[in-house]
């Protein structure tokens, strides 16, 4: 993944993105969170916020030295990947016990976004608000996650919350 020249500010708030989380408590990794995931290609397009709510996984959380939790995601998406791209195919049985709408999906693991806690771009689960949460997904699929992650040596995430993505 390369690093686009161009710099966006922090993502804005839609108007469906007003209602905050109901709790400011930080997930955990492995927890499946709705999300307004900005695609690296929706970025160099010039995008500041993603085109749609979607599933991610939580892969990390961290705290800035002022104190700020901020998430790190990857993306779930029922279309498969390309030809090439790292993903993750998460099981049939994973997908029902987390309520996805899709009877495929896959963790795309060659891109992620980092966000501050509580943010904008967590969303209520539609039909579930204020729910923001699916649940997590199970420490073996989590562990290959972090593996392939790691086996494609990706570099930054989009910074939703810096003064430029992919900072």
Not at 103 to 132: C, H, K, L, Q, T
Not at 144 to 156: C, E, H, P, S, V
């Amino acid at each position: 993944m390369t690093t686009p020249s161009k710099r966006s500010g922090p993502s804005s708030p839609r108007s469906s993105a007003k209602t905050q989380k109901p709790t400011s408590v930080a997930p955990k990794p492995g927890q499946v969170l709705n999300y307004s995931y900005l695609w690296e290609a929706e970025y160099r397009q010039g995008r500041d916020e993603g085109v749609k709510d979607r599933p991610v996984a939580v892969v990390l959380v961290t705290q800035t030295i002022d104190g700020i939790d901020q998430v790190h995601v990857v993306p779930m998406t029922n279309r498969p990947p390309c030809r090439g791209q790292p993903a993750i195919e998460v099981p049939q049985a994973v997908g029902r016990q987390l309520g996805l709408a899709a009877e495929r999906s896959w963790i795309i693991v060659d891109e992620w976004n980092r966000s501050a806690w509580p943010g904008y771009d967590i969303r209520p689960i539609r039909g579930r608000e204020p729910d923001v949460s699916y649940g997590f997904i199970p420490a073996g699929l989590f562990r290959q996650i972090r593996d392939a992650m790691l086996a494609t040596a990706i570099g930054r995430p989009a910074d939703r919350d810096d003064e430029g993505v992919y900072s």
